[in-house]
């Protein structure tokens, strides 16, 4: 994937100041198949960056605080793919917290998982089923547009073929 940044130059002219691969991008080893990639994040109250300085390589955790945002695109493999004997799930695990720090702790076994936050998500390429925590299932596809607000959810692919989304996670507050 290729993402262009821009920015301004000295005289505050609009610029691009960075065109080529998302830099923090992850092919997972114990899940073939399963990409996830970080383009762009804020944090709360940051103004919009006039150099363009990519702020990724400073993120610690994928979880925004409230009023912050996380731009992610995940590829999703089969289901099948877990259910390959070479699979591995603890070390599936690591892989996950390694990377999604702040989200990957709050998914459960099930992956069943529900984050403060308001998502814009939307299907860019396969089919994928959205699960809420009743069982109900609503399936996407290419073009779908979802709005995630704050709901215990799992995603499923049983489509047999790769499924890549886009999400903007808002920072919302949690109402506990």
């Known amino acids: 994937m290729r993402r262009v940044v821009t920015g301004h130059d000295e005289n505050g002219k609009s610029i691009v100041v960075s065109d080529g691969p998302i830099p923090r991008s992850r092919e ?32 610690t955790s994928l979880l925004p605080a ?8 995940l590829t999703f493999p089969p289901e099948s793919a877990m259910a ?10 690591r892989e996950q917290r390694a990377d999604s720090p702040g989200i990957a702790e709050l998914i459960e076994p099930d992956g069943m998982h529900a984050t403060p936050t308001v998502d814009y998500g939307i299907v860019l390429h396969g089919e994928i089923i959205l699960e809420l925590d009743d069982g109900h299932c609503t399936p996407l596809s290419a073009g779908d547009i979802l709005i995630q607000n704050g709901t215990r959810h799992a995603w499923r692919n049983r489509s047999g073929q790769p499924v890549t989304m886009a999400f903007v996670l808002i920072g919302a507050e949690n109402d506990d």
């Open 84 to 93: 390959d004997p070479a699979f591995d799930p603890v070390a599936y695990d």
């Open 28 to 59: 997972f080893t114990s899940l073939p198949g399963w990409v996830s990639r970080l383009p762009w994040a804020t944090e709360p109250g940051e103004p919009a960056s006039r150099t363009g300085e990519d702020p990724t390589p400073k993120v």
């Open 66 to 73: 409230p009023g912050g945002t996380r731009f992610i695109v």
